[in-house]
């Protein structure tokens, strides 16, 4: 911008004009070919402007710059026959306390299921006595009997190497199976083997109330064909048998004393508890001789019914009490 002012002097020459131009100073800008040195080194240098890219793009560059290293590669070795062996070792160790553990379980079941078992033959067996004023027998079985207890179900279990039983207080014990009772108690007049045989109830001659007053499971076995297995339940014969296949024995006090003298555990020999004692095994009772001589060891209560236990096994030689193998195991309705 520049502002210009005419002015007029007077004097002795006449009129000189004048004109001021006011505008803004440039100065002159010149080259100069030589530099020193010393100005050179006295200057200090420009720092230049470091370009940044924008944030984003900024991120993906400082990410694509990220150098991935490979792992270092580990070469797997094989296990060694020794290794092996000890595995299979363990493996099988492991295996024989499982199986262990398993058939100990099998046999605590088998025998909760004797024990149900069993308390339902007493039941039943008390029960038909409430109605009937008279035990679950054949005629035949009374006459027995006559004035003493009756026994029933040993006749698969021979006493040791003998066919026959000792004789009990009046030698009128009977060890036939235990069908003809059961066939009373579940009021049935014929075998489940599809022949038609009668049993001891038939035409409800025990059972004319025609009360159940026993539900057992029909196993479906036949003893008579060549099956190795028995089951438990009732066979087709009308045999009521546990878990293990073997038969339960029962004993009823017909003598009506409120005792009863089971066949095999009124023995000296399985129940005596001590020399010259009274006392037996599971709460049985020599009542008959203070030091426990005589086999007159009974219980007290009107029936007794057990089972030969897991290993299907009893024995009444010197030495192999209650409590000793083979009868240890067995399952008692008064223990």
Known sequence: MCLTSTQHFSGDHGHVP?????????????????????RVAATKPLIPVTIMPHPARRKKLFKSMKIKLSAPRRFRRGFTLTELLVVIAIIAILAAMTLQVLAKAKIAAQKMKAKTEIADIVN???????????????????????????????????????????????????????????????????????????????????????????????????????????????????????PWGNPYIITMDLSYDDQSSDLFYCQQNVSQNGANSSAGFNGLVNSTDPSGNGDHFQFHGKVMVWSAGPDGKISSTAGNNANIAPNKDNVLSWQ
């Open 124 to 242: 039943a067996i008390n029960a038909y006595d409430t109605d009937y004023g008279r035990f679950p027998v054949t005629a035949g079985e009374q006459a027995a009997a006559g004035t003493s207890d009756f026994t029933t179900g040993l006749i698969q279990y021979p006493q040791n190497t003998s066919s026959t039983w000792p004789a009990g207080a009046a030698g009128n014990y009977s060890y036939d199976n235990n069908s003809n009772v059961v066939a009373i108690l579940m009021d049935v007049e014929t075998y489940g083997n599809g022949t038609g045989t009668q049993t001891a109830n038939y035409k409800h001659v025990k059972n004319p109330k025609q009360v159940k007053y026993l539900n057992a499971k029909l196993s479906g076995y036949d003893p008579q064909t060549a099956q190795q297995n028995p089951l438990g339940g009732v066979d087709n014969t009308g045999v009521y048998r546990d």
């Open 18 to 38: 004048v004109e001021w131009h006011e505008t803004l100073w440039q100065p002159s800008i010149r080259q100069q070919a030589a530099v020193s040195m010393r």
